[in-house]
């Protein structure tokens, strides 16, 4: 893939590291014309800025995004299941990453990988958990947006609103730790 074709988004192949398209700045000069990117190292998370002539060519790399079922851990491992093949597969704790903080039995999460290296584990956008330990709201404690720590049964805490007790269900947002509702 020409350098003027690729887009923010896209994952290419750079010396044998992959890396996401985060910016693309289009410079025209007098005889050429560079592309200034700016992309994240897929396995390290850093970020770079580089400049290409316009004409170089990259390998565009198609990374694979599969629904897998969470069964159990067992020695540090984290044993997911694919949902079509049903192919058992160990995870390391840092390939889960902060996926921890939301992991139940049976979740299903999305397992990104390039040909067999699994890249990302992320959980589902939303899920509910109950909550385990939390403070009681007192009557008069109506100031608002008022919120308490609260502890899931997953072992995340987060703020909630006052009202929220032990025993019941929340709906959390993964991308950012946070209380959406009671389910």
Known sequence: MAGDDIKKGNVIDVDGKLYQIIEIQHIKMKRTA??????RDIRSGSTIEQSFQNTEKFNKVRLETLPMQYL??????YYVMDEESYEQFPLTKEQMGDT?????????????KYQDEVLSVTPPISMVLKVVT????????TKSGASKPATLET??????????????MIKVDTRTDQYIERA
């Open 155 to 168: 072992g995340l805490t987060l703020q909630v609103p006052l009202f929220v007790n032990e025993g019941d």
């Open 34 to 39: 560079l592309n200034r990117i700016k992309m």
């Open 134 to 141: 939390t403070e009681p709201g007192f009557a008069g404690d």
């Open 100 to 112: 921890l903080k939301y992991l139940k039995e049976n979740v299903i999460l999305n397992v990104e």
């Open 72 to 77: 159990y851990e067992d020695n540090g491992l």
